[in-house]
C-alpha cells in the first residue's frame, strides 16, 4: 500500500510509474518497480543519515 500512495506523492516514485506505464508496461508491473524504488530510497536514506529529496521537480 505504501508504493500506491507514493506513486499519487513522490515526485521520483510518480515520474517512474508514469514513464514506465507509457512505454506499455503493465500497471502491476509498473507498481513492482514502484516498490523497489520506495525500498531503495529508505535504504539510501538510513545509510546515509540524511533526509530524503526528490530527484525530480
Known amino acids: 500500500m505504501a508504493a ?3 506513486i499519487r506523492y513522490t515526485p521520483d516514485i510518480k ?3 508514469e514513464r514506465l506505464t ?3 508496461k ?3 508491473s509498473a507498481l513492482g518497480a514502484a516498490m523497489r524504488k520506495l525500498v531503495q530510497i529508505c535504504f ?3 545509510k546515509h543519515q540524511q533526509p530524503y529529496q526528490p530527484q525530480t521537480g
Do not use: C, D, I
Open 4 to 6: 500506491v500512495v507514493a
Open 22 to 24: 507509457s512505454k506499455g
Open 15 to 17: 515520474a517512474q510509474y
Open 26 to 28: 503493465s500497471k502491476m
Open 44 to 46: 539510501g536514506v538510513l
